[in-house]
């Protein structure tokens, strides 16, 4: 089953590019993700399996990482890549 998720970060604290794109290049280096971001939102494509396990993963690790920080995610049945 294909799964396709949006998802933004909002760090709470003053520094906030860095647990953005930490987490973006977090992301990318996980296997058997298509991952495309723009200047609101990240999305993420692939293997429902791999994209919640990665999503997990990444989330974890910036939470460990950064600290407090808000995440909405959107998440969508089947294949939406542009």
Same mark, same amino acid.
């Given at each position: 089953?294909?799964?396709?998720?949006?998802?933004?970060?909002?760090?709470?604290?003053?520094?906030?590019?860095?647990?953005?794109?930490?987490?973006?290049?977090?992301?990318? /280096? &996980?296997?058997?993700?298509?991952?495309?971001?723009?200047?609101?939102?990240?999305? %993420? $494509?692939?293997?429902?399996?791999?994209?919640?396990?990665? /999503? &997990?993963?990444?989330?974890?690790?910036?939470?460990?990482?950064?600290?407090?920080? %808000? $995440?909405?995610?959107?998440?969508?049945?089947g294949d939406l890549r542009?």
């Amino acid at each position: 089953m294909q799964l396709s998720i949006e998802i933004s970060k909002y760090p709470l604290s003053t520094e906030y590019i860095p647990p953005i794109l930490g987490f973006i290049e977090e992301l990318n /280096l &996980q296997p058997g993700l298509t991952v495309l971001t723009n200047t609101m939102s990240t999305q %993420v $494509f692939g293997e429902y399996d791999a994209v919640m396990q990665a /999503l &997990q993963h990444c989330i974890r690790w910036s939470f460990e990482r950064y600290g407090k920080v %808000v $995440f909405v995610v959107k998440f969508i049945h089947g294949d939406l890549r542009p």
